[in-house]
T-cell receptor
Framework: AQSVTQLDSHVSVSEGTPVLLRCNYS??????LFWYVQHPNKGLQLLLK??????LVKGINGFEAEFKKSETSFHLTKPSAHMSDAAEYFC????????????FGQGTTLQVKP | DTAVSQTPKYLVTQMGNDKSIKCEQN?????MYWYKQDSKKFLKIMFS???????INETVPNRFSPKSPDKAHLNLHINSLELGDSAVYFC???????????FGDGTRLSIL
C-alpha cells in the first residue's frame, strides 16, 4: 500500500532564507509524487510532479523537489522564502491501480517571518 | 475564469437536514473527484467519476451520494447530516485519471 509521511507539521523560516519541507513515501511500485500548496480558504494548487523522468523536479514559484529512491524521500526546497510562500504544503503519492486516487500527507504549515 | 467552481462556498445547517454541494469544471476534463478535509487539515478522497462512471467509492456512509449529470459536473448530496460531517469539501478534476488534479476553493460545511 502507498503512504506518505511529512516529517514536520510546522516549519518556520525568515524571509530570504532557504525552505526545506521533508517528505518520505512508501510504495510497492514506482510512484507518482506531487507537492500541493494550500493558501488560507483556498483550494490546493499543484507545485510540482514527479513521474519517473528526471529525479530533480522544478515547479512553480521557485520550488523544486528531488526524488531519492534509496532514501524513499521527496523533499521540497526553495532557495529563498518569500512572505507569500506562507501556506499549508501537502506531499502526495498516487494510489495503486491508476484510478487517480491520491494519498495525502498530513501537511506542513510553513510560516515565513519578516 | 474559474476552472473548478463549487457552490456554495459556505453552508451552515442543522443536524438531520439534507443538503447538496455543486461542482462544475470548464477545463474539459474527463475525471472529477470529491475530497473531505477535516479540522486537522487531513485530506481524504471520497469519490471519483470518469466520463460519468463511478471509479472510486471510498468507505463513505451511504448518506453521501454523488451525481454526475455530465462530464463537467459532479454534485454531492448528503442526507441526514451529522455533526461529524462538518468539514471542508473539495471538488477536483483531471484530464485523465493519472494526470494532475485541479481543485476548487472548497465548501465549508458546518453542522449546528
Amino acid at each position: 500500500a502507498q503512504s506518505v509521511t511529512q516529517l514536520d507539521s510546522h516549519v518556520s523560516v525568515s524571509e530570504g532564507t532557504p525552505v526545506l519541507l521533508r517528505c518520505n513515501y512508501s510504495s510497492s511500485y514506482s510512484p507518482s509524487l506531487f507537492w500541493y500548496v494550500q493558501h488560507p480558504n483556498k483550494g490546493l494548487q499543484l507545485l510540482l510532479k514527479y513521474t519517473s523522468a528526471a529525479t530533480l523536479v522544478k515547479g512553480i514559484n521557485g520550488f523544486e523537489a528531488e526524488f531519492k529512491k534509496s532514501e524513499t524521500s521527496f523533499h521540497l526546497t526553495k532557495p529563498s522564502a518569500h512572505m507569500s510562500d506562507a501556506a499549508e504544503y501537502f506531499c502526495v503519492v498516487s494510489g495503486s491501480s491508476n484510478t487517480g486516487k491520491l494519498i495525502f500527507g498530513q501537511g506542513t504549515t510553513l510560516q515565513v517571518k519578516p | 475564469d474559474t476552472a473548478v467552481s463549487q457552490t456554495p462556498k459556505y453552508l451552515v445547517t442543522q443536524m438531520g437536514n439534507d443538503k447538496s454541494i455543486k461542482c462544475e469544471q470548464n477545463l474539459g476534463h474527463d475525471t472529477m473527484y470529491w475530497y473531505k478535509q477535516d479540522s486537522k487539515k487531513f485530506l481524504k478522497i471520497m469519490f471519483s467519476y470518469n466520463n460519468k462512471e463511478l471509479i472510486i467509492n471510498e468507505t463513505v456512509p451511504n448518506r453521501f451520494s454523488p451525481k454526475s449529470p455530465d462530464k463537467a459536473h459532479l454534485n454531492l448530496h448528503i442526507n441526514s447530516l451529522e455533526l461529524g460531517d462538518s468539514a471542508v469539501y473539495f471538488c477536483a478534476s483531471s484530464q485523465e485519471m493519472d494526470q494532475p488534479q485541479h481543485f476548487g476553493d472548497g465548501t465549508r460545511l458546518s453542522i449546528l
